[in-house]
């Protein structure tokens, strides 16, 4: 775990916040670590299946090429 200071808006900063009032809640930094892995993991995922994905990569190859002409 790494310690840092970051901007953050208000709202968000408040809505953690009042999570983590409820009985039994994650402090508020978890509650926020948690939604930004998810949202890294959610991505990675869609990554790797698009570079699986046969007909995305020969698009992603013509229009490259188009590009390039």
């Known amino acids: 775990m790494v ?17 983590a009032t409820q009985p039994g809640a994650l402090p508020y930094q978890t509650q926020m670590n948690i939604v930004l892995r998810k949202d890294m ?17 020969q698009t992603v190859a013509q229009r490259v090429s188009s590009d390039t002409i």
């Not at 310690?3 to 999570?19: M, Y």
């Not at 993991?41 to 570079?51: F, I, K, P, Q, R």
């Open 3 to 19: 310690r840092i200071s970051i901007p953050v808006d208000l709202d968000v900063l408040n809505f953690f916040k009042e999570g």
């Open 41 to 57: 993991e959610d991505n990675e995922e869609v990554g790797a299946s698009l570079a699986r994905d046969e007909r995305f990569i």
